[in-house]
């Protein structure tokens, strides 16, 4: 019912900067919860950053917090991922997730079983 299609990965120096785009459509999505995860190569997937329905909440994992900037446009029905500062250890694919508006905490939005629908991912690569 919902499709998410991520853009905008590729390959940058360290220290460099990235916007990743995810297009969504289907029902009401102004009403779901976003969330950024990433997984790198040999690695379990990992929490990111979430921003709720209104934009007016937003998480962050510890190793991202100052760096990455998540928000998202409802006219658009688009989220984003601003990274600056990158660092080699980015290096991931990186998937935007919607979930049905339920989660009120970060305990919540940090978990991958909260969130109904998944994007293919893009392939984000930092070089040193």
């Known amino acids: 019912q919902v499709e998410l299609v991520e853009s905008g990965g590729g390959l940058v120096q360290a220290g460099g900067s990235l916007r990743l785009s995810c297009a969504a459509s289907?029902?009401?999505?102004?009403?779901?919860?976003m969330g950024w995860f990433r997984q790198a190569a040999g690695k379990e997937r990992e929490f990111v950053a979430a921003i709720s329905w209104t934009g007016g909440s937003t998480y962050y994992a510890d190793s991202v917090k100052g760096r990455f900037t998540i928000s998202r446009d409802n006219s658009k029905n688009t989220v984003y991922l601003q990274m600056n500062s990158l660092k080699p250890e980015d290096t991931a694919v990186y998937y935007c997730?919607?979930?049905?508006?339920?989660?009120?905490?970060?305990?919540?939005?940090?978990?991958?079983?909260?969130?109904?629908?998944w994007g293919q991912g893009t392939q984000v690569t930092v070089s040193s």
């Open positions: 997730a919607a979930d049905d508006h339920y989660c009120v905490t970060y305990g919540c939005y940090m978990s991958q079983l909260e969130y109904d629908y």
């Open positions: 289907g029902r009401t999505f102004s009403r779901y919860g």
